[in-house]
C-alpha cells in the first residue's frame, strides 16, 4: 500500500545506543478502528533510557521498538473512522512502538495538532507536555503567589514544567548545573546549582518558611530533603527514580520504596502531601476517561505554546537512522531541551 516502507528501531536487549538495531518492513494497513500515521518528529525520553538498561517498571520483554510518543500525519484509516482524519497532524503518547516511521494506532488514541505548530515543537510537549501540566495543575494544584522547587529545570519536563509555573504566577526555584543558568533566568526561574551548592540549604535561606511544591524526578535519598522543604500544605511530587537508572537489580525496587515512603508520609498527621505521579494511572480502569483526559490536557499543553507561556526546547534533531548518536546525546546531561528524531 505504499512505496515507502517501514522503517524502524528495535532495542534487541540491554544494549549501549549503538547496540539498536535498523529493521525496514512493509508498511502496515489500519485495521478497524486504527489509523496509520507517518511518523514526523519522535523524541528521546527518560524512559527510553531506562528501557535500555531494563529499568523501566513496566516495560514490555525484549525485542521491542521502543518511542514514548510521536507527532506525525495520518496517511490511511481503517474501517469505521472518520476518513476526514486523513491528512491531519496528530499526537499521540505510545510509550513505546514511536522509533518508527509509520506506526498504527487506535483512532481514539490521537490528538489533532493546531495549525501552525511545527511537528518537533508539538512533539517536544507530548509525553513533557502533558506529564508537567498534569503535576502542576492536577496533582500539586499550584496557584499564583505560590513558590515551588523544580529539580532538573534543564531536562524535558523540568523545561515545561518551570515555564507553565512562572505563566501560573508561581515562583519558581530549579536546580541545574550552572551552564544552564542564564537560560533559567530569562525564564523566570531562581537558579541553584546542583553540583556545587548544598540543594535544601539554599532553598531554606531563599524561602525559610518552606516551598508549597516540590517536583522530584531523581527519587532516591534526596526524596527526603525534598519532603523537608515543603511548607505546611506543601505537596512533594515525585515522578521517577533518575538517581538510580544505572544501578544493577530489580527494576521495580526503587519504585516500591519510593511508593511505601509515600504511602507513609501520607498516613502521618503532617499537613503536607506525597504523591508518586504515573501518567498511565487509571488507564486500565477506563480507558474512554484516560482518553478524553489525555486529549483535554494536551489541548491545554497546545494552547499554552500557542499563547507563548511555553517555547519548545528542541536540544538537538537527528535522523531515525542516527538514533544510537541521539540516545547517547540525550543521556549526556549536556543538553538543555528535547532530543528530537526525524524520519
Known amino acids: 500500500m505504499n512505496a515507502e516502507g517501514l522503517v524502524e528501531v528495535v532495542l534487541p536487549g540491554r544494549v549501549e545506543p549503538e547496540g539498536l538495531r535498523i529493521r525496514h518492513g512493509a508498511v502496515p494497513a489500519p485495521g478497524p478502528g486504527q489509523v496509520l500515521v507517518r511518523m514526523e518528529a519522535t523524541g528521546i525520553s527518560f524512559a527510553e533510557q531506562q528501557m535500555r538498561r531494563g529499568r523501566y517498571y513496566d516495560q514490555p520483554p525484549f525485542p521491542f521498538v521502543p518511542g514514548y510518543d510521536l507527532v506525525g500525519t495520518v496517511a490511511a484509516t481503517g474501517e469505521g473512522v472518520d476518513a476526514g482524519l486523513a491528512g491531519v497532524r496528530v499526537a499521540a503518547?505510545?510509550?513505546?512502538?514511536?522509533?518508527?516511521?509509520?506506526?498504527?494506532?487506535?483512532?481514539?488514541?490521537?490528538?489533532?495538532?493546531?495549525?501552525?505548530i511545527g511537528a518537533a515543537e508539538a512533539?517536544?510537549?507530548?509525553?513533557?507536555?502533558?506529564?508537567?501540566?498534569?503535576?502542576?495543575?492536577?496533582?500539586?494544584?499550584?496557584?499564583?503567589?505560590?513558590?515551588?522547587?523544580?529539580?532538573?529545570?534543564?531536562?524535558?519536563?523540568?523545561?515545561?514544567?518551570?515555564?507553565?509555573?512562572?505563566?501560573?504566577?508561581?515562583?519558581?526555584?530549579?536546580?541545574?548545573?550552572?551552564?544552564?543558568?542564564?537560560?533559567?533566568?530569562?525564564?523566570?526561574?531562581?537558579?541553584?546549582?546542583?553540583?556545587?551548592?548544598?540543594?535544601?540549604?539554599?532553598?531554606?535561606?531563599?524561602?525559610p518558611s518552606g516551598v508549597d511544591a516540590v517536583f522530584d524526578h531523581v527519587g532516591g535519598a534526596g526524596i527526603v530533603d525534598s519532603w523537608r522543604l515543603l511548607a505546611p500544605g506543601g505537596t512533594l511530587v515525585s515522578y521517577g527514580t533518575a538517581s538510580t537508572r544505572d544501578d544493577e537489580g530489580s527494576r521495580q525496587w526503587p519504585v516500591l520504596k519510593l511508593l511505601g515512603r509515600v504511602w507513609l508520609w501520607n498516613a502521618l498527621p503532617n499537613r503536607r502531601r506525597a504523591h508518586f505521579f504515573n501518567l498511565w494511572a487509571g488507564r486500565s480502569l477506563n480507558k474512554n476517561r484516560f482518553r478524553s483526559r489525555l486529549r483535554a490536557d494536551l489541548t491545554q499543553v497546545f494552547a499554552a505554546l500557542e499563547r507563548g507561556d511555553v517555547t519548545p526546547r528542541i536540544a538537538a534533531r537527528l535522523p531515525l537512522a542516527r538514533v544510537g548518536e541521539a540516545l547517547r546525546l540525550a543521556e549526556s546531561g549536556t543538553v538543555a531541551g528535547k532530543v528530537v528524531l526525524n524520519p
Not at 134 to 160: D, E, P
Open 93 to 116: 503518547l505510545t510509550k513505546t512502538g514511536g522509533w518508527a516511521s509509520h506506526v498504527l494506532l487506535d483512532a481514539a488514541d490521537v490528538v489533532p495538532v493546531p495549525d501552525g
Open 123 to 207: 512533539e517536544t510537549l507530548v509525553v513533557n507536555g502533558i506529564t508537567a501540566w498534569r503535576m502542576l495543575h492536577r496533582t500539586a494544584r499550584v496557584r499564583q503567589g505560590q513558590t515551588v522547587l523544580v529539580l532538573g529545570a534543564n531536562g524535558g519536563v523540568g523545561s515545561v514544567l518551570v515555564q507553565l509555573a512562572h505563566a501560573a504566577g508561581a515562583n519558581v526555584i530549579g536546580t541545574a548545573s550552572a551552564r544552564h543558568h542564564d537560560a533559567l533566568r530569562e525564564l523566570g526561574v531562581h537558579p541553584v546549582d546542583h553540583r556545587t551548592e548544598d540543594v535544601p540549604a539554599r532553598v531554606r535561606e531563599l524561602v
